[in-house]
């Protein structure tokens, strides 16, 4: 399973940004993904998961509200808008794949990473 996000950069607060994360494998549809981020210092905290079908979502906290996390299996694609962007989102963003129906919430569930897309917020 390759992973490859794209779509980071330089916003001011306020703004949106969308994440993609396109991933190169068969039976898309058989992963739940996830995005994860970790900023400079701290450790990586998750951000949103879908489950394999994009009926069950889960968020942070901290983003809820803000972001919303898809995904399209006719394009082995997800995605991360992120609206209201607020510096303290600053960091390097990752998408990840777990085979299973489930709901994944904790890294540790997550077999597959991407390289990471950076976001930065200035304020």
């Known amino acids: 399973v390759q992973l490859q996000a794209s779509g980071g950069g330089s916003m001011q607060a306020g703004g949106s940004l969308r994440l993609s994360c396109a991933a190169s494998v068969h039976s898309f549809s058989n992963f739940g993904m996830g995005w994860f981020r970790q900023a400079p210092g701290k450790e990586r905290e998750v951000v949103a998961a879908v489950n394999w079908s994009g009926g069950y979502k889960g968020y942070a906290d901290s983003v809820k509200g803000r972001f919303t996390i898809s995904r399209d299996n006719t394009k082995n694609t997800v995605y991360l808008q992120m609206n209201s962007l607020k510096p303290e989102d600053t960091a390097v963003y990752y998408c990840?794949?777990?085979?299973?129906?489930?709901?994944?919430?904790?890294?540790?569930?997550?077999?597959?990473w991407g390289q990471g897309t950076q976001v930065t917020v200035s304020s």
């Open positions: 990840a794949a777990r085979l299973g129906l489930s709901l994944y919430r904790n890294g540790l569930d997550y077999e597959h």
